[in-house]
């Protein structure tokens, strides 16, 4: 969905091919698709060529490195850099790659001493991720990794603000972004994307940077990575990299900044590139899940229930939106985008869609969970 609301608003015309007829994304494209490539390889060729450049927006390996094969046979251009994203799936070889360019990650265990972090190698989305304080809850979270058949990363659990950060390279060189502070839901899963200037110091921004870019360059990438941070007393500490494109920061930073992560991508990638003009606006983006009289904010995957959606600019007072609300309707999922001058401006924005969408549903509070305190 955020890859095509980018495209939209880079002036593209998207085209989306998904198995599932009931994908979200199809209806807010310009030319839906319900088709497996990997079942019907012909019919996704003839799609293909009526294209300027394909975008993966799923994880399947099989049918990524399909894609690969085909495409780059074809002449098309695959925005996706296949060998940089299996390094980035797997946490223990990115580690030793972050490690190597001298970027900071959190201590390692047993150095470190509890709490620890627990999670396996190389799945995502939080997934099987847990905190141990003590040898029993450490134990207990590795024999959960390993019953999901995956390697165990351990190390020390920080706290602080997440942020991620965007690199965009050619193979050889690498250029980073607009830093965006991902807020999570009680489950881990982001709920909302803040893209405010002055959010890190100078020298701090510098550093994430730099760390960005020598991993991105180390990597060889030539595409689309994020790096994830957090921000820690003692300095950024690094937790991740993806080698993909992330679903909801560009769309953060798109609305904050007018910078378009996609268009950029497709231009470095096609040799057009133009530039960035720097702006330092201010941007939120946000999910919200209405059922049954009661409103929440959520996390992405809840708001991927969304059925049918729309994009619609203005939606009560936004800049853009995402949803299938409907006046009167019992369920709606909606994202939510307002900008601002300053960080200021767009919570005083983002306030009064809220109120808007409270006095519109009738509802007098809303559901706002956060992690538990650690
Ligand atoms: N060392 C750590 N300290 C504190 N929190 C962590 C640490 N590692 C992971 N987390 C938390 O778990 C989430 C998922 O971990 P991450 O490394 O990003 O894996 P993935 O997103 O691939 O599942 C992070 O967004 C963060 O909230
Ligand atoms: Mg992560």
């Not at 450490?138 to 058949?149: D, F, I, P, W, Y």
Request: glycine share 10%; charged share 25%.
């Amino acid at each position: 969905m955020e890859a095509v609301f980018l495209a939209h608003k880079a002036g593209y015309e998207t085209v989306v091919i998904d198995r599932r007829g009931d994908a979200p994304a199809l209806s807010i494209c310009d030319e839906p698709h319900v088709l497996n490539p990997l079942n019907d390889p012909d019919r996704a060729m003839r799609v293909f060529r009526t294209c300027d450049a394909v975008l993966p927006a799923c994880e399947e390996h099989d049918l990524l490195m399909r894609l690969d094969a085909v495409l780059s046979e074809a002449g098309i251009p695959f925005l996706f850099d296949i060998r940089a994203y299996d390094v980035s799936q797997s946490k223990l070889e990115s580690n030793e790659l972050m490690r190597a360019a001298g970027v900071p990650l959190p201590g390692r265990w047993p150095e470190c001493g509890f709490p620890v972090i627990v999670k396996p190698s190389s799945l995502s989305g939080s997934l099987g991720v847990s905190v141990a304080h003590d040898d029993a809850e450490l134990e207990a979270g590795v024999r959960r990794v390993e019953s999901m058949g995956q390697e165990v990363v351990i190390q020390e659990f920080v706290h602080g603000r997440s942020l991620s950060m965007e690199v965009i390279g050619d193979g050889r060189t690498a250029r980073s972004y607009i830093v965006t502070e991902v807020v999570l839901d009680g489950g881990y899963d982001c709920k909302e994307v803040r893209c405010f200037p002055g959010m890190l110091t100078p020298e701090d921004e510098e550093g994430f940077r730099g760390c960005s870019e020598r991993t991105a360059e180390r990597l060889g990438l030539r595409g689309l990575m994020d790096v994830e941070a957090i921000q820690t007393p003692k300095g950024l500490r690094y937790l991740e990299i993806d080698a993909r494109i992330p679903s909801q920061t560009p769309a953060a930073i798109l609305t904050a900044t007018g910078i378009n992560l996609l268009r950029q991508l497709v231009e470095s990638r096609l040799g057009q590139w133009t530039g960035v003009s720097s702006s330092r606006g201010a941007g939120i983006y946000w999910h919200l899940h209405f059922k049954d009289g009661a409103l929440e904010t959520t996390g992405e995957k809840e708001f991927s229930h969304v059925r049918s959606p729309r994009m619609e600019s203005g939606l009560f007072g936004s800049d853009d939106s995402i949803s299938d609300y409907s006046p009167g309707a019992e369920e709606w999922h909606g994202t939510f985008m307002v900008s601002g001058a300053t960080p200021e401006e767009a919570e005083d924005r983002r306030l009064s869609v809220m109120r808007a969408i409270m006095e519109a549903c009738g509802v007098d509070s809303l559901s706002d969970a956060s992690p538990k305190e650690v």
